[in-house]
Nanobody, 122 residues
Framework: QVQLVESGGGLVQAGGSLRLSCAAS????????MGWFRQAPGKEREFVGH????????YYTDSVKGRFTISRDNAKNTVYLQMNSLKPEDTAVYYC???????????????WGQGTQVTVSS
């Protein structure tokens, strides 16, 4: 339905920042709720946050509130995840996903990017 490609991951020291991008192809990017999830080795996929179709509403899991910010630019078909004050426990593969309504459940998102690795060293 929609193709998603994440970029911007890498290695950063604790306390540093990274900005992830998720570029979407397709004709109706603004019709999708966009979510961010992450998965560390041996752990379940974890919800990070989501943003509404227009970008005026966001929601975050407690562990990233005040540190992470989701935004979107519908004219560029791109959603962003700004990550500040990074901690080693933020280390994971980060995925963006497109859904029909706001949800913290990965099963409610039909289309996923390939993921980008974020590694935070102590």
């Amino acid at each position: 339905q929609v193709q998603l490609v994440e970029s911007g991951g890498g290695l950063v020291q604790a306390g540093g920042s990274l900005r992830l991008s998720c570029a979407a192809s397709g004709r109706a990017f603004s019709s999708y709720t966009m979510g961010w999830f992450r998965q560390a080795p041996g752990k379940e996929r974890e919800f990070v946050g989501h943003i509404s179709r227009s970008g005026d509403r966001t929601y975050y899991t407690d562990s990233v509130k005040g540190r992470f910010t989701i935004s979107r630019d519908n004219a560029k078909n791109t959603v962003y995840l700004q990550m500040n004050s990074l901690k080693p426990e933020d280390t994971a593969v980060y995925y963006c996903a497109a859904g029909s309504f706001p949800s913290a459940n990965y099963r409610d998102y039909a289309d996923w990017g390939q993921g980008t690795q974020v590694t935070v060293s102590s």
